[in-house]
């Protein structure tokens, strides 16, 4: 539906999601080589939130979930070929915690992270449908760095990475719900504070990908 596109992810079905900045989301299927376009119809309240989309994470039981600027985060029901929508509820403490999602992730025991650019991170219980969100603290130095989240990613161990706007990279401890913080004004040598992606290759090295400063390697000892 347009040349201007974010982000993509595969289901397990073979089909390639594809979100674009302004027309919506597209699925791609590679037997018909034909996209089926998904765009917000303001008369349809099954329909995407919004045609702005950010992020994207086929999750392992098939669910496609779609971040978007705006327009909070959408599952898509491939059933009844209808859109449920998560938004922020300033007045309930367990609903989303901001409506612009830039990062989706699912880790290896199927809960989905999802990172805000005004609510920092948020952990969705899918049984019950609700948010736990995790955000800056000036007055704690044990929490996440930053409320704008723009990548999430579990390494071989287990360890949880998130990666902020001005905020740099922070390390999550889910047992005791602490980040440590590296930032580009500790001792961590760190080149950036604007992390725009975080990928662990074949031999367990982490990267850090920034907006400024070019591509980082993390040194775990």
Same mark, same amino acid.
């Not at 001005?166 to 961590?188: E, M």
């Given at each position: 539906?347009?040349?201007?596109?974010?982000?993509?992810?595969?289901?397990?079905?073979?089909?390639?999601?594809?979100?674009?900045?302004?027309?919506?989301?597209?699925?791609?299927?590679?037997?018909?080589?034909?996209?089926?376009?998904?765009?917000?119809?303001?008369?349809?309240?099954?329909? !995407?939130?919004?045609?702005? !989309?950010?992020?994207?994470?086929?999750?392992?039981?098939?669910?496609?979930?779609?971040?978007?600027?705006?327009?909070?985060?959408?599952?898509?029901?491939?059933?009844?070929?209808?859109?449920?929508?998560?938004?922020?509820?300033?007045?309930?403490?367990?609903?989303?915690?901001?409506?612009?999602?830039?990062?989706?992730?699912?880790?290896?025991?199927?809960?989905?992270?999802?990172?805000?650019?005004?609510?920092?991170?948020?952990?969705?219980?899918?049984?019950?449908?609700?948010?736990?969100?995790?955000?800056?603290?000036?007055?704690?130095?044990?929490? !996440?760095?930053?409320?704008?989240?723009?990548?999430?990613?579990?390494?071989?161990?287990?360890?949880?990475?998130?990666?902020?706007?001005?905020?740099?990279?922070?390390?999550?401890?889910?047992?005791?719900?602490?980040?440590?913080?590296?930032?580009?004004?500790?001792?961590?040598?760190?080149?950036?504070?604007?992390?725009?992606?975080?990928?662990?290759?074949?031999?367990?090295?982490?990267?850090?990908?920034?907006?400024?400063?070019?591509?980082?390697?993390?040194?775990?000892?």
């Amino acid at each position: 539906s347009e040349n201007k596109i974010r982000t993509i992810c595969k289901d397990n079905k073979g089909n390639l999601w594809i979100g674009t900045w302004y027309s919506g989301l597209n699925r791609y299927d590679p037997i018909t080589e034909k996209f089926i376009r998904y765009q917000h119809d303001a008369n349809n309240s099954l329909s !995407i939130s919004s045609n702005n !989309i950010i992020s994207l994470c086929c999750d392992k039981s098939g669910n496609i979930w779609i971040g978007t600027v705006g327009g909070g985060l959408n599952r898509f029901d491939s059933e009844n070929r209808k859109f449920i929508h998560y938004r922020n509820n300033p007045n309930d403490p367990s609903s989303l915690s901001g409506n612009s999602i830039y990062s989706i992730y699912e880790d290896r025991n199927g809960t989905l992270w999802i990172g805000t650019s005004t609510g920092g991170l948020n952990k969705f219980n899918k049984d019950s449908e609700t948010f736990t969100s995790f955000k800056y603290n000036p007055a704690d130095s044990k929490s !996440i760095s930053s409320n704008y989240v723009t990548s999430i990613f579990e390494d071989r161990t287990g360890s949880l990475w998130i990666g902020t706007d001005i905020g740099g990279l922070n390390k999550f401890d889910r047992v005791s719900g602490k980040f440590n913080r590296y930032s580009k004004n500790s001792n961590t040598l760190m080149l950036s504070n604007y992390i725009q992606s975080i990928f662990e290759d074949s031999e367990g090295t982490l990267w850090i990908g920034t907006y400024d400063a070019g591509l980082s390697v993390f040194n775990r000892q």
